[in-house]
């Protein structure tokens, strides 16, 4: 299956609260597990990423933890600014296909 | 170094009539996927092309066809379309081997 589940489709939190926004995936053929952010009017920009074999990555205040056992991952914004208000996605590569395949996205409001 | 780059910006068309979307892949890039995004929803995989073929083609009629240029620039093409096919056509590029794609801002189509 090439499905990928995210949760939940939108999100409100607070300046400087902690958003947690999570993912799960079918295909064990997943090799690589990126997250985009974007923007009303543009096209989604990588903002982080993780391979199966890592269990976290931290870049600056956003983390990724990656289940593989559970198949399941997820990403952590740490004091969520307004600016981080989009639409985040999570996607899996599946390196037979050489496509990503997306969840459905989850947008993010962050009050000031 | 340049990002990737969609033209037009936006397109209105009527059922029926046929459509051609344009990407210039980011420098270095050989390799062109197209992605297909719904309103409130996450990017589909249409087509990917390499060395000036398709490599790789999600759940898309043959009413959706591509082609990849000695630049590595793309074209998607679009014939006979139809309501359900406005949305937003977002092109990114990559280099071969690596997971990681970037996105162009994207081309919003618009069937009436």
């Known amino acids: 299956q090439q499905q990928v589940k995210q949760s939940p489709q939108s999100l409100i939190v607070q300046k400087g609260g902690i958003s947690i926004i999570n993912c799960a995936y079918e295909n064990t053929a997943f090799d690589y597990f990126p997250w985009y952010q974007q923007f009303p009017g543009k096209g989604p920009a990588l903002l982080i990423a993780i391979r199966p074999d890592v269990s976290e990555k931290k870049e600056g205040r956003f983390t990724i933890s990656f289940n593989k056992s559970a198949k399941q991952f997820s990403l952590h914004i740490m004091d969520s600014q307004p600016g981080d208000s989009a639409t985040y996605f999570c996607?899996?590569?599946?390196?037979?296909?050489?496509?990503?395949?997306f969840g459905g996205g989850t947008r993010l409001m962050v009050k000031p | 170094e340049t990002g990737v780059t969609q033209s037009p910006t936006h397109l209105i068309k009527t059922r029926g009539q046929q459509v051609t979307l344009r990407c210039s892949s980011q420098?270095?890039?050989?390799?062109v996927s197209w992605y297909q995004q719904a309103l409130g929803q996450g990017p589909q995989f249409i087509f990917q092309y390499y060395r000036e073929e398709e490599n790789g083609r999600g759940n898309f009629p043959p009413r959706f066809s591509g082609l990849q240029f000695p630049n590595y620039s793309s074209e998607l093409n679009v014939n006979a379309l139809e309501l359900d096919d406005s949305a937003l056509y977002l092109c990114?590029?990559?280099?071969?081997?690596?997971?990681?794609?970037?996105f162009g801002p994207g081309t919003r189509l618009l069937v009436l």
């Open positions: 996607a899996a590569h599946n390196n037979a296909g050489n496509m990503l395949t």
């Open positions: 990114a590029s990559s280099l071969t081997g690596q997971e990681t794609q970037y």
């Open positions: 420098s270095g890039h050989n390799t």
